[in-house]
């Protein structure tokens, strides 16, 4: 989301046992409560996508907000790319929200697998992942971050090719969706915490045609979702940053 930039939260949950899950060769036991810091900001798109998989499985982590002082040096002195979020495990930094998510699922399994253990199946919800990110996220970013810019500075011709991609995106996810309740099958993976606030923002910023009903309920389900319903709870009082204007729902 535009500008991805709390004080720090007490966004914890309750430590999980540790888990074994059929098929695996190993044992991940759980790290000790609260070794996990996440940098991020709630209004960010790609922030909730690592927030929705951290409450998804009730994961125990401290919120960094990075409006709080001090925050973003932080933030800096670790990755210097200045980007978010960013996943601090015991000394180690995760950066990216996709491979944040797939560290959570390794490292800190819950009761929801979010990268199936079949290879086939992994492979699609890597697959829908990446629809995600570059056929609806980047577009719609192209069109809000062109709305930022000075008038001279506009590029209308990207911006009607990121609406052209978008409408295209939105065909064929919604052919996709015929036969499946979740981005890459029957159960809520790494393509669901993506797809939530990427849909989200995409339908504020070039609406979701009513011909995609399948779309439009798959994103309904999305909003139901607690894990994601949270994150756009605690951005709500963001809403103004939104340069194109929030609209008033979700």
Known sequence: MPMEVFPRLGVFSEPAPSLRYPGRHRTTPWRLPMSLTLYAHPFSSY??????????NATPFEYRHLE???AMDELAALWPMKRFP??????RTVI???????????HYPGR???IPEDPDQALEVRIMDRFFDHYISTPQQKIVFDSMR????HDPYGVAAARAMLDTAYAWLDRTLADRPWAAG???SLADCGAAPFLFYADWTHPIGDAHANVHAYRKRLLARPSFARAVDEARPYRHYFPLGAPDRD
Do not use: M
């Open 150 to 153: 000075s008038e001279a500075d």
């Open 86 to 91: 960013v996943l601090v495990d015991a000394g």
């Open 47 to 56: 922030c909730q996508k690592a927030l929705t998989a951290l409450y998804e």
């Open 112 to 114: 929801t697998r979010l």
């Open 186 to 188: 029957q159960d809520f």
């Open 68 to 70: 709080h002082e001090g």
């Open 96 to 106: 990216e929200a996709s491979t944040i998510v797939e560290y959570l699922d390794q």
